[in-house]
């Protein structure tokens, strides 16, 4: 069924139901290649789904919308080229996905609309401490406000960024 579909998104109100569906679609998807989630899923339901979505060996884009438990996706969080994450996460969580983030990554995009300067010190000095990373971006988003330092950080050090996507408004 379908075996010619490589991205998928997934954006309605996930239920105990719509998730059994949701297993039974990428057990046979095995070609995706990108997956979009917006919803909101239980814990044992993420437990599930991350066992589908850490069996997708071709994915190379994830951009979840939703809170996860992010150490549930570490072996495939390695593979992901571009990785997008926000509006639904807590600041916590958030934090949790920097560490997890994988050598292929080479664009990363942080959808948060109140995300506190004190998250994207904390990102910037994960960053700072994985040289390879902003070496290697080449797309970053970050929909949220930065201040004047960040952007210095930014522009400096993401050697390879071409394109530089920021929503909100800057403080100096």
Known sequence: MFKNVEHLVFRIPLSTSSVSHLVILLSNWSKIST???????????????????NNLEQLTRLDLRLEFNFDLLRPNLRRVH????????????????????????????????????S????????????????????????????DEDALQFIDSRFTSLRVWYIAGETTG
């Open 35 to 53: 997956l979009i989630f917006v919803g909101h899923l239980t814990s044992d339901e993420q437990v599930t789904i991350a066992e589908c979505i």
């Open 82 to 117: 571009h990785l997008s994450v926000g509006f639904k996460l807590s600041h916590d969580a958030l934090r949790d996905v920097f560490p997890h983030i994988g050598p292929h990554c080479n664009r990363l995009w942080i959808k948060q609309p109140r995300f506190p300067n």
């Open 119 to 146: 998250s994207l010190n904390i990102l910037l000095s994960w960053v700072k401490s994985n040289v390879s990373l902003f070496n290697r971006l080449t797309h970053f988003g970050c929909s949220s406000n930065i």
